[in-house]
């Protein structure tokens, strides 16, 4: 009873997680690495051809300008899996969460192990692309620490809303396909990971600018390439924090009333 209580909740996470943890991981390394071929250094060798690519993309090769913005990518896609399905299921199916408040465990307390477990998987999966960009010299960088913080920032200002959002949804419910097609992918294509968002239409460039992708693949891309600045990054980070802050506020919330029926 003396560990911390989010702590207790993020170990039934952790013990999922054993049994899947070496096919897990795996996959957090192959997919970045084929990922990195085929679009940075196979698309990225159509795109330096290219007179005034260089200059274009800040000063580095397309390889070089894609795979950090990978690191956020990907915080961003496994996060939001992680906060859709496997939430309801703590409500809905396996009761997982509905026992845990049968212990001295509060709806607050369970809504913070969840964060936390959340943060550990999106450490792991950023970690594993963090390894893969170690083997390009493009990306080879002490900045890869600090873009993992930053990516598992990212991956949070997108899961805690959702979470807030799955907490409160019933058996059946349709709108997580929705989520994905309506808000994940939008900000995968359009959040800056595959080109400057100066390319895009002057609209939708201040779209992009109020995603958190767009914030974590900026933060992440400063930090490898070394041209991040504080103010920027304060910045970026604050957009990014607000975004976790008011997600985890509503969830702690929705949790309360959900396990108080």
Do not use: K
Request: glycine share 10%; aromatic share 12%.
């Amino acid at each position: 009873m003396s560990t911390p209580a989010a702590l207790r909740v993020w170990e039934s996470g952790f013990a999922v997680y054993r049994r899947i943890w070496r096919a897990n991981l795996l996959s957090s390394l192959v997919q970045p690495f084929l990922y990195l071929l085929g679009m940075g250094v196979g698309v990225g060798a159509l795109v330096d051809d290219r007179a005034g690519s260089t200059e274009l993309l800040g000063g580095t090769s397309y390889l070089g300008f894609l795979a950090p913005s990978l690191i956020a990518v990907t915080a961003m896609m496994v996060l939001a899996q992680e906060a859709m399905w496997p939430v309801m299921d703590g409500f809905m199916w396996s009761n997982a969460y509905r026992s845990m408040y049968a212990t001295p465990l509060e709806p607050g307390q369970i809504a913070a192990g969840v964060a936390l477990w959340q943060a550990t998987r999106g450490a792991l999966a950023c970690g594993g692309v963090a390894v893969a960009l170690v083997l390009f010299d493009d990306t080879r960088s002490w900045g890869l620490l600090s873009a993992v913080v930053f990516g598992v920032l990212t991956g949070l200002a997108v899961a805690l809303p959702i979470t807030a959002w799955s907490a409160s949804r019933e058996a059946g419910d349709q709108s997580f396909p929705a989520i994905m097609r309506f808000g994940i992918m939008p900000m995968f294509l359009f959040g800056g990971a595959f080109y400057p968002i100066d390319q895009l239409p002057d609209w939708l460039q201040w779209v992009a600018r109020v995603t958190p992708l767009y914030h974590g693949v900026e933060l992440c891309r400063g930090s490898v390439l070394g041209t991040l600045e504080a103010g920027p990054a304060l910045a970026h980070s604050a957009v990014l924090v607000s975004f976790a802050a008011i997600g985890h506020v509503v969830a702690r919330r929705v949790f309360a009333r959900r396990l108080a029926t």
